[in-house]
């Protein structure tokens, strides 16, 4: 990805703008697989690892 912004910097920006806007109005959202407390991040490693999660996962400090 660092490539392709470095190479194409006004079309990468142009996305990022695009996605900014789409996530704010709430048209776009990113899928969360699961949410769990940093004491559980040994889970949240093996989760992701395995690949069995279908969107983020997402560690709470609070």
């Not at 660092?2 to 695009?18: G, I, L, S, W």
């Not at 806007?21 to 490693?45: D, F, N, Y």
């Not at 093996?46 to 069995?52: D, G, L, M, P």
Request: glycine residues 4%; charged residues 30%.
């Amino acid at each position: 990805m660092a490539r392709f912004a470095t190479a194409h910097a006004d079309v990468y920006e142009r996305h990022r703008r695009e996605l900014s806007e789409l996530s704010a109005t709430g048209r776009i959202r990113t899928a969360v697989h699961a949410e769990l407390p940093l004491e559980e991040a040994s889970k949240a490693h093996e989760t992701v690892e395995s690949r069995a999660n279908p969107g983020k996962v997402v560690l709470r400090t609070s």
